[in-house]
T-cell receptor, first 117, second 116 residues
Framework: AQTVTQSQPEMSVQEAETVTLSCTYD???????LFWYKQPPSRQMILVIR??????QNATENRFSVNFQKAAKSFSLKISDSQLGDAAMYFC??????????????FGEGTQLTVNP | KAGVTQTPRYLIKTRGQQVTLSCSPI?????VSWYQQTPGQGLQFLFE???????NKGNFPGRFSGRQFSNSRSEMNVSTLELGDSALYLC???????????????FGEGSRLTVL
């Protein structure tokens, strides 16, 4: 079974600075998706960034980028120029790509990010 | 384009009662999945429906059930409620259940269930 681990329950960063959230996963699959989702106090899960395992290039979305190390099964999220609105719970998630696996996500425990003004 | 809509947003029930939660996916999305979120267990997969058929099921007792209608709307039902069923129930929809695509799931705001 796949597992996702986020070893940092809480992180804090000063506004305008950079922070990196860690995520490791365990799988025997070679093709899969990885995601970072953000859950603000409003509760709605919002996709931050996605990475397809077959792509070697790290995904980037504006201030958000990932460091995807497939061999190490590591998928960290870097937030640059942190803003107050980035404060939220961040979840790392894994999805298999097999036909029979559907759209089931396996989530990590989450990292609560605080942004200090 | 409307997002994933879940109703009700909040509800309070007592032990032994049953509850039905509703989810309307994004238009055109045929896959709907449900997750339970609690402080202790985190986010856990309940089940997924695609074209009115349950395709995947998580490790939950039979008290948790669901269904999907021809318009892709989905409901989940929890019977004989227990205190431990208090949680945020999240629904997510996706365009396809297989293949490369974008792979992402779109979530609703959730239904907060409190069992007294």
């Amino acid at each position: 079974a796949q597992t996702v681990t986020q070893s940092q329950p809480e992180m804090s960063v000063q506004e305008a600075e950079t922070v990196t959230l860690s995520c490791t996963y365990d799988t025997s699959e070679s093709d899969y998706y990885l995601f970072w989702y953000k859950q603000p106090p409003s509760r709605q899960m919002i996709l931050v960034i996605r990475q397809e395992a077959y792509k070697q290039q790290n995904a980037t979305e504006n201030r958000f980028s990932v460091n995807f190390q497939k061999a190490a099964k590591s998928f960290s999220l870097k937030i640059s120029d942190s803003q107050l609105g980035d404060a939220a719970m961040y979840f790392c998630a894994y999805r298999r790509l097999r036909e029979t696996s559907g759209s089931r996500l396996t989530f990590g425990e989450g990292t609560q990010l605080t942004v200090n003004p | 384009k409307a997002g994933v809509t879940q109703t009700p947003r909040y509800l309070i029930k007592t032990r032994g009662q049953q509850v039905t939660l509703s989810c309307s996916p994004i238009s055109g999305h045929r896959s709907v999945s449900w997750y339970q979120q609690t402080p202790g267990q985190g986010l856990q997969f309940l089940f997924e429906y695609f074209s009115e058929t349950q395709r995947n099921k998580g490790n939950f007792p039979g008290r948790f059930s669901g269904r999907q209608f021809s318009n892709s709307r989905s409901e989940m039902n929890v019977s004989t409620l227990e205190l431990g069923d208090s949680a945020l129930y999240l629904c997510a929809s996706s365009l396809t259940r297989q293949g490369r695509g974008t792979g992402e799931l779109f979530f609703g705001e959730g239904s907060r269930l409190t069992v007294l």
